[in-house]
Each structure stands twice: as structure tokens, then as C-alpha cells.
């Protein structure tokens, strides 16, 4: 079963960073696309960033400039650096890969950004 395992998180004031890692196991990696969505309390889930297998970026408009996405493929994992943190990037954050039309997510990773 792929399920991808987080890290990071936690709580930093506004204008901070945070990274937040996610490993996933075994060949699959390689291949897969990753990435990260949000959650935010009373909202939507949202994609914040997303990376093929081949390395191209993809980035919601509200953490374009802030955030960088990358991975490691000797590693098999991908990191999420999130600079300039606002209170509005306060939510719960799911990695997640996609080896084929489903989604595997991992467990969550709570980053609180405070005034």
C-alpha cells in the first residue's frame, strides 16, 4: 500500500518558515507526481504545489514567490519550503502522490502561522 508520511509543521510567526517533508516508499516514487494540498478550518481543500516526476512545478497563485517545492529521488522524498509565512497559510497540509488516477494521502501536518 503507498502511503506517504509527513513531517514538519508546526507553529511559527508571520514571516517565518517552515519546511515540511514527505517521504514516500519504494519505486513507485520515481514515477508518481507529488504534491501538497491544504485545509484550512470551515474551507476547502486546496492544491498548494505540485511536482511531476520529471521535476516541473506547478504552484497556487496565493504562494507563488513564498513556497518552493522539490524532491529527492535518492531520498524518495519531497520537501516543501514555505518562506514569508501569513496567518492566511495557517491549515492542515496533505502530501500526497499519484501513481496512476488515485490519490494517496498522508496523515495531515498542522502549520499554525501566527500574527
Known amino acids: 500500500q503507498v502511503q506517504p508520511v509527513e513531517s514538519g509543521g508546526g507553529l511559527v510567526q508571520a514571516g517565518g518558515s517552515l519546511t515540511l517533508s514527505c517521504a514516500a516508499s519504494g519505486s513507485i516514487f520515481v514515477f508518481a507526481p507529488m504534491g501538497w494540498y491544504r485545509q484550512a478550518e470551515g474551507k476547502q481543500r486546496e492544491l498548494v504545489a505540485s511536482i511531476t516526476s520529471g521535476g516541473s512545478t506547478d504552484y497556487a497563485d496565493s504562494v507563488k514567490g513564498r513556497f518552493t517545492i522539490s524532491r529527492d529521488y535518492a531520498k524518495n522524498t519531497v520537501s516543501l519550503q514555505m518562506n514569508i509565512l501569513e496567518p492566511e497559510d495557517t491549515a492542515v497540509y496533505y502530501c500526497?502522490?499519484?501513481?496512476?488516477?488515485?490519490?494517496?494521502w498522508g496523515q495531515g501536518t498542522q502549520v499554525t502561522v501566527s500574527s
Open positions: 500526497y502522490i499519484r501513481p496512476g488516477p488515485l490519490f494517496y
